[in-house]
């Protein structure tokens, strides 16, 4: 691959190589599986590596374009998905030795199949944590994620083999899940790009569910590019998903070169602005600084959707998994076990009223949409801690550090807006990321500051070489 790195190239740049014959999707391939070979053992990103399925892949890729035919917008490109996906003739796992024994998958998960209809060359699957009810991939299963910056940091979770294998320059690009920021927290703590649509605008046929009314699938990558062309064509209606949303596709990728202009944005104060290192608040003041935002709002009770959203994804997945709780409990890792068993404990009457604030909190932030288009603030309050870290003090308060890594991101998805959480590295810190958040379905609105910043440098992936 002549004048293309591997590991540090954005994913586009790939798919350009391989569409002009300037590379073989065969040659890019091995490339991947090789340095999975080398490097995953390190990282701890793939619960299983689809070698042959991948190599027939992208040789049928390479086939189409010497016989004149289009493989589609990401041709040649090697991307893994996290366990909860279903991969036709793989057991879905979702993190859980429950499911090991269960028959394996007889199709493909509709995202999955979205990006291998577009010429993507799917090479694995990857870790998380059990049933994506986590903030670290330490799991007691299948081992803990290491962070692809500092082995002995998690990588974020649930989807932290989703962001590690982008941040070890294993694949371009991956996809992950997000119920509470299990696609934001990884890709801030692995220096990359990751995207949460809104929610419904993109099917989860096909996907473990954690907790139906806040789930929603997305990609990480190395850059906006790579985001908005697997966003693309995953996006639209799908009737086997009964909350995806009865809208066309609306491609972001034109649009990404549009600028800002236009574009009224503001940084989220209150909770937004407390209870996080001093890193983390730097890195939003750099990006508004470079966008030349001043303006402040304030999203009311913020911390109180935090709690709402806990309430109700602990009772939406301990319903789920209530006939394994009763007759499998001590085949959990024991932290989900516990979660879920505090989850069958709530009251109805929490459940109903954390509902109803929930609808009363949706207009508050709707009303601020009238004002604004786009919202900034941090994606974790700290950069990623340390393997078996159980405590951390954020704003010289001692506070459990699982949860708390999502403290920025639950209030968010509660409602679920659209985000992109972009990478920043500040000055002898690890990777960091700043939220880029918009009104439902204008997901370009992110994409565009988000692309902005990127080409003025402010956000860009940190990807080992």
């Known amino acids: 691959m002549s004048g293309i790195d591997y590991a540090t190239s954005d994913g586009l740049a790939l798919v350009a190589a391989v569409r002009a014959r300037r590379a073989a999707a065969r040659e890019v391939c091995d490339i991947a599986l090789a340095r999975i070979a080398a490097r995953d053992p390190d990282v701890n990103a793939f619960t299983c590596v ?31 998905v996290k366990n909860l996906f279903d991969v036709a003739g793989l057991t879905t796992l979702a993190g859980s030795k429950i499911n090991a024994s269960r028959p394996p998958a007889t199709r493909d998960a509709a995202v999955v199949a979205a990006i291998r209809r577009a010429g993507g060359v799917l090479v694995g699957a990857l870790n998380m944590d059990e049933y994506a009810y986590g903030f670290t991939t330490e799991n007691t299963h299948y081992g803990s994620t290491r962070n692809p910056h500092d082995a002995a940091r998690v990588a974020g979770g649930s989807s932290g083999g989703s962001g590690a294998a982008v941040g070890a320059g294993l694949v371009p690009l991956t996809l992950g899940s997000d119920t509470n920021g299990s696609v934001r927290v990884p890709a801030a703590l692995c220096g990359v790009f990751g995207l949460k649509p809104t929610y419904g605008r993109v099917s989860r046929a096909g996907s473990a569910l954690f907790a139906p009314s806040f789930d929603h699938v997305g990609p990480l990558g190395r850059s906006v590019r790579d985001v908005t062309a697997a966003f693309d064509v995953m996006q639209g209606p799908d009737p086997e998903d009964p909350v995806c949303a009865d809208r066309p596709a609306e491609p972001c990728l034109p649009l990404l070169d549009t600028g800002v202009g236009g574009l009224r944005i503001a940084v989220l104060d209150g909770h937004f602005a407390r209870g996080g290192e001093p890193g983390a608040f730097a890195a939003v003041a750099q990006v508004a600084a470079t966008l030349g935002v001043t303006r402040r709002v304030t999203i009311p009770e913020a911390h109180r959707a935090r709690a709402a959203a806990m309430v109700i994804t602990a009772s939406e997945g301990a319903a789920l998994h209530l006939a394994d709780l009763k007759t499998r409990a001590h085949d959990f890792d024991p932290l989900t076990r516990d979660r879920f068993l505090a989850g069958v404990l709530v009251p109805t009457t929490w459940y109903v009223q954390a509902q109803r604030f929930r609808a009363w909190y949706r207009a508050q932030v709707t009303r601020i949409f009238r004002e604004v288009d786009v919202l900034l603030a941090p994606t974790t309050p700290c950069a ?82």
Do not use: C, W
Not at 57 to 78: E, M, N, S, W, Y
Not at 415 to 431: A, D, H
């Open 384 to 465: 990623a801690p340390l393997i078996g870290q159980e405590r951390m003090t954020m704003d010289g308060v001692e506070v459990l550090t699982r949860p708390n890594l999502g403290v920025y991101t639950q209030p968010i998805s509660f409602i679920g807006l659209p985000v992109l959480s972009v990478p920043v590295t500040m000055p002898g810190t690890m990777p960091l990321g700043v939220q880029i958040i918009a009104a439902p379905f204008r997901e370009a609105h992110a994409l565009r500051v988000g692309a902005l910043l990127e080409a003025k440098g402010v956000a860009a992936a940190v990807v080992t070489a």
């Open 50 to 80: 689809l070698t042959e399925q991948a190599r027939a892949a992208a040789a049928a890729v390479d086939a189409t374009i010497a016989a004149g035919g289009d493989p589609g917008p990401l041709a040649g490109l090697p991307f893994a």
